[in-house]
């Protein structure tokens, strides 16, 4: 359809083009001029007067890539884009969402409040930390899902015994649905963290004994808390243990971390770029999952049948491994 656009930022170039070639598309030619003090200025390049323009940026750190994708948005609607729906697959700051302790912000607030500002009409994004960050906005926000991708990786890996474990009481839902779907057993890590990115102990609820174990979490960050886990699950009687983490933060010494660790392999998505590569790590494409949704928006067609695990199971291993 000539009037739907594609278009990404700098942070998800690679994700973008997997995506358009899902969709059977092309991404709009961009520009970005940075001046010599850092900042900068993105700028599309061909005509989206009338258009519907997707802009896909995933907002990791630096806060550069929130600017970037706040800049699109701003540019779109001055150049009299028709909608402007801003694809997101990993939501920065989504940790931020609720005033735990005094004199802090409510940042995935914020930036609900930023994108709304700039003229976005949309949000697509993938596994918010916290579902309730959907009622931030007062716009349409689809949040699929990273399982739809996972399950059928599971499914084809065929593990004998397994059992899914998640890292903290938060992830209980999350790991829950993902025993149920399995036919698995179903282990609980209790901790306790003193700070961020701190814990002070970490107690395993459940029977892993000869179990082939699988953690399950939306964010892997400093895989403290991951390694922490897969450490008890060893020592409770787990033949192995993996991960597999919708988004791949890897801040600190995560790398140093999981080389260190009894964790076999961490399985995550490419809504962010990994750092560099490790032979630990494999990354799943959701490409064709995102393309599905656009797909969906585009045509004004229901997207819940992406919600159902059996549309997903027949997906062909070569179209979510990618190389790293």
Known sequence: ??????????????????????????????????????DFQPA?????????????????????NLMELLYMIDAARRASANKIIAVIPYFGVARQDRKDKPRISIGAKLVANLLTAAGVDRIITMDLH?????????????????????????KKRNFENLCIASPDT???????????????????????RPRPNEIANLQIIGNVEN??????????????????????????????VRAMCVHPVLSGKAYENLENSVIEELIVTDSIPLKKPSDRITVLSTGKLFASVIDGVVCNSSISNLFNYDHFKDIEMDDMLIEN
């Open 1 to 38: 359809m000539d009037n739907i656009k594609i278009a990404c930022g700098r942070a998800s170039q690679e994700l973008a083009e997997r995506i358009v070639r899902a969709y059977g598309s092309e991404l709009v030619k961009t520009e970005v001029c940075v001046y010599s003090d850092g």
């Open 44 to 64: 599309f390049c061909e005509n989206i007067r009338g258009c519907d323009v997707f802009i896909i940026q995933s907002t990791f750190p630096p806060a550069d």
């Open 130 to 154: 916290a579902d309730q960050i959907q009622g931030f906005f007062d716009l349409p926000v689809d949040n699929i899902y990273a399982s739809r991708i996972f399950l059928p990786y599971l």
């Open 170 to 192: 938060g992830g209980t839902r999350r790991a829950g649905s993902y025993a149920k779907l399995l036919n698995a057993d179903l282990a609980i890590g209790y901790k306790q």
């Open 211 to 240: 179990k082939n174990v699988v953690i399950v979490d939306d964010i892997v960050d400093t895989a403290g808390t991951l390694c922490k886990a897969a450490k008890a699950l060893k020592e409770a009687g787990a033949l192995s």
